[in-house]
């Protein structure tokens, strides 16, 4: 999952970004509502972390814009503890939650995977034969056994599985694994998806490899029952 932050304090949003990076996701963080609504303009997010006090340009109009795009991306507000009016204002257009300041990090995070959750189509669980994947407790298994995956073999997972047997693209996999700034090649994005592989093709799911294009989790086919034994 990748999140935009937008927080113009410098110690709250250094402190949310390691505990959410610690949590699997991927977080891009901007300081001021103009990056803010350029970022939402021309990225693709999973949610949206949005201070309504920022520099020039408020929350509330990052938010009206984003909603005047149609856009249906989860926004979770921060206010100031005393602002009702503003959080109001905030719900009235289009933000799916709030917390007010200052909040314990254990519950934003409890937010934040509600809100991918919703965004997800509000499934707590996605299984694709016998591959199942907890969204809330970030885990997959196999045949109801554990996968021991890395943070980035999970988010390429998820990325996958919301898009089962469509093809994705190493730059679609790229702009929703990594974070502004990071230097990630396509054969980085290959190992990642070999090591993936390995660890769920034991149970017969595959990721197919269109070469040059991309790579598709291919729809789970039951395997056909014996043939009955002839008379």
């Known amino acids: 999952m990748r999140i935009l932050l937008a927080e113009d304090d410098s110690v709250l949003a250094d402190g949310l970004t390691r505990s959410l990076r610690q949590s699997g996701y991927a977080i891009d963080c901007v ?34 814009r984003l909603r005047g795009r149609a856009s249906a991306l989860p926004v979770l507000i921060l206010t100031a503890a005393d602002s009702i009016e503003q959080r109001v204002q905030g719900l009235d257009l289009g933000a799916d939650d709030y917390m007010a300041k200052p909040f314990a990090l254990s519950e934003l995070e409890a937010r934040v995977r509600a809100l991918t959750r919703r965004g997800g189509g509000g499934a707590t669980v996605v299984r694709h034969g016998p591959l199942s994947y907890d969204q809330v407790g970030r885990s997959a298994y196999i045949n109801e056994q554990m996968l021991d995956l890395s943070a980035r073999e999970l988010g390429l997972l998820e990325v996958l599985l919301a898009r089962s047997g469509r093809l994705v693209s190493k730059e679609q996999l790229v702009d929703h694994l990594c974070e502004w700034g990071e230097e990630v090649s396509n054969n980085a994005i290959e190992v990642y998806v070999h090591r993936l592989r390995k660890k769920i093709e034991v149970g017969g799911v595959r990721i197919v490899t269109v070469r040059g294009l991309g790579y598709c989790l291919e729809k789970y086919a039951e395997p056909a029952a014996p043939a009955p034994p002839a008379a």
């Open 31 to 64: 300081k001021n509502g103009q990056e803010a609504d350029t970022a939402l303009s021309t990225q693709e997010f999973d949610l949206l972390i949005l201070d309504l006090g920022l520099p020039k340009l408020s929350g509330l109009e990052v938010l009206r």
